[in-house]
Structures are given as structure tokens and as C-alpha cells.
């Protein structure tokens, strides 16, 4: 019985960013693009210098995108990005569990060159719900509702072109989320927060220079 275990345990881990072990990528000699959802190498993103390097435009709708499968509740997520051009915007989404049976945005951490903007995605079967995301149908799957929660934007001078990092720590409905440490940092509370986390998206929007990202790492908080 504990080998069974132990076996669906293994296929459960498989392709996701983290079971017991942390999942740690810094993209060097030893870079397992399979690990992400992305192709990877692809005519927006490649492996360079020991980072993942994304510029230019996707040709569609939104700008290139970059998705980490993960497989957990309470974890904390890691990363550093870095501009290469003087212009641009990262928008980090934690996608998850809606509540009702399918996946979908939790929440969204826009990094700005001036500033960073949260939006936390909810989901509701009510039609009428105030933030109910109007020009969105209800999804395929769940037959639920985003619901878009805005928050203002924080002034944070981002301007300069070196690496930032960002953390986000969830722990039931909480998060704890900081930039650089002590240069920027916020929590929130939310229901939906307490879901299973699915996986991760990095939208870049970097201009021919591109967006550098490097030490990506998840793991399960106790």
C-alpha cells in the first residue's frame, strides 16, 4: 500500500513546480525546457547567458508569455526579472482553482517602471455580481464568473535597468508579497487566495531589448 502511494505521489509531482522538493531554475547548463509549458526555445524566448530572455511582440492579442505548471496550496514563489530596454512592463500571474471546477487567474502582480498594480481574479456563479467582468463570458467548464478586484497603483521607481526580485508567500487565504525586500511590499487577505495554485505566467512586454528572468524557485510552505 505505501509503494502505491508513494507511486501516485511521483506521478502527481511529475511536470509541476513542487511536490517535497523545492523546484529551482537558473537556467544554466543543466536547463530542462520540459519542465515548462512554454516551448522553450520559441521565436519571443530562449535560454542566454544563463537566464530566459523574452523581447519583442507575440503577434497576437497580448504580449509574450512564459507558463510554469506548479501543484500545490501554501507556497512561496520566488523570481528576479531585469529590463534590458528603457521602456516596458512584467505582469506575473498566479493562476488556480476558481472554486467551481476549472482554472483560472488569482491574482496578478503588475510591475510597472513606476509603479506596481494588484488585481485579485475571484469567481462567482451570480451573473449580477458588481465585478463581474462584463465583456467575459462565464467559463466553458466551471460556468463561473471572473470577478475583477482593482487596486490602486503604488508608486515604485523601477526605472533603473537591474535585477529585481519578487516573493509572494501564500499561506491559506494570505499572501505576503515584496519586491527587492524593503523597497515595496503588501499583503491581502482573500478567500479564493486558499485555492489550489496551478500555474504560474510571466507576461512581458520588453520591446526588442527584452526581459531577462532568472531564479525561479517554489516550494511548499509547512
Known sequence: MLSLIY???????????????????TFEAKFDAKRFTTPIPNKNTEVRKGVLWTRGASGGKYPPMVYLPVEGKDMSITFRYRHLGDDGWLWFFVDGDDGFGSVDHMLRVKLL?????LEVDAHTKDPSHPRVQKKRAADTVSGAYRTNEYFPAEKVDLSANTWRTVKLDFSGENVALSL??????????????NAGKRKLLWMQN?????????????????
Open 7 to 25: 507511486t501516485s505521489l511521483i506521478a502527481l509531482c511529475l511536470g509541476t513546480a513542487y511536490c517535497d522538493d523545492p523546484f529551482v531554475e
Open 113 to 117: 517602471r513606476d509603479s506596481v498594480t
Open 180 to 193: 527587492d525586500g524593503k523597497l515595496w511590499s503588501h499583503s491581502l487577505a482573500r478567500p479564493n487566495f
Open 206 to 222: 520588453g520591446g526588442e531589448k527584452g526581459i531577462e528572468i532568472d531564479d525561479i524557485r517554489v516550494e511548499a510552505k509547512p
